[in-house]
């Protein structure tokens, strides 16, 4: 069982900086994929990017997020920079355990989820 627990979220401006937070439980933490989520009022779930290794990122975020990850401290960060209005959501940590043809963009493919985190981008 793995817990998440999801901090650094607030309001800021459009053009604005926001660092988040995933503090992980378990000590396989190493061995899982790590990745964010976003959810708009609304709006589907949408992939945001993940680490497992390689990094990925949505098209919409690319060169304005950076996922990375501090095992030693079993924690995940999603650096965001150049904040759009667009941005705003609830964030969401998530886990997957290692599996055969993962799909790093499909929420299915996530074993743990955090409770989320709120993004707000004003303009």
């Known amino acids: 069982q793995v817990q998440l627990v999801e901090s650094g979220g607030g309001l800021v401006q459009a053009g604005g900086s926001l660092r988040l937070s995933c503090a992980a439980s378990?000590?396989?933490?190493?061995?899982?994929?790590m990745g964010w989520f976003r959810q708009a009022p609304g709006k589907e779930r949408e992939f945001v990017a993940s680490?497992?290794?390689?990094?990925y990122y949505a098209d919409s975020v690319k060169g304005r997020f950076t996922i990375s990850r501090d095992n030693a401290k079993n924690t995940v960060y999603l650096q965001m920079n150049s904040l759009k209005p667009e941005d705003t959501a609830v964030y969401y940590c998530?886990?997957?355990?290692?599996?055969?043809?993962?799909?790093?963009?499909?929420?299915?493919?996530?074993?743990?989820w955090g409770q989320g985190t709120q993004v707000t981008v004003s303009s």
């Open positions: 998530t886990a997957s355990a290692p599996r055969y043809r993962w799909r790093w963009y499909e929420a299915a493919d996530y074993d743990y």
């Open positions: 680490s497992a290794g390689s990094t």
């Open positions: 378990g000590r396989t933490f190493s061995s899982y994929a």
